[in-house]
């Protein structure tokens, strides 16, 4: 567990010997914060662009982000991310549409022309097909 000093900004690690410096755990608490090192992580803007962000920084836009699925661990997973609506817009401008599902079964409306494109079959493999 690491502490921030409220005053100075110092980051220590926490060890035992701190306590020796106060009397009790309010008098530490005063001069002393939990720290919690800032976390990196990726999001997809409006544009289709990847942008990082600290959640230290922007605790209230990762909230939002966290709602809606739009955080990323990596530049690589937002990439994907994005490669994925590129891919379902890609279907929807080709006139595809979800029809519903049923237990583990989804079901698409194809005509035989989506069928037959292999485009639209390589779109959803990289929707539904590969790893997440």
């Given at each position: 567990?690491?502490?921030?000093?409220?005053?100075?900004?110092?980051?220590?690690i926490l060890?035992?010997?701190?306590?020796?410096?106060?009397?009790?755990?309010?008098?530490?608490?005063?001069?002393?914060?939990?720290?919690?090192?800032?976390?990196?992580?990726?999001?997809?803007?409006?544009?289709?662009?990847?942008?990082?962000?600290?959640?230290?920084?922007?605790?209230?836009?990762?909230?939002?982000?966290?709602?809606?699925?739009?955080?990323?661990?990596?530049?690589?997973?937002?990439?994907?991310?994005?490669?994925?609506?590129?891919?379902?817009?890609?279907?929807?401008?080709?006139?595809?549409?979800?029809?519903?599902?049923v237990?583990?079964?989804?079901?698409?409306?194809?005509?035989?022309?989506?069928?037959?494109?292999?485009?639209?079959?390589?779109?959803?493999?990289?929707?539904?097909?590969?790893?997440?």
């Open positions: 567990m690491k502490l921030r000093n409220k005053k100075t900004g110092e980051i220590i060890i035992d010997h701190i306590f020796d410096n106060y009397k009790t755990l309010t008098e530490l608490s005063e001069e002393w914060e939990d720290y919690e090192e800032p976390k990196t992580e990726f999001y997809i803007t409006a544009w289709g662009d990847i942008r990082e962000y600290t959640t230290e920084n922007e605790r209230f836009a990762f909230k939002q982000k966290l709602e809606i699925g739009n955080y990323f661990s990596s530049r690589e997973e937002a990439e994907k991310a994005v490669e994925k609506l590129k891919a379902w817009k890609r279907l929807k401008d080709k006139g595809f549409r979800f029809d519903g599902f237990r583990d079964v989804i079901y698409f409306n194809l005509d035989e022309e989506q069928i037959q494109n292999k485009s639209v079959l390589m779109d959803l493999d990289l929707l539904f097909g590969g790893e997440e």
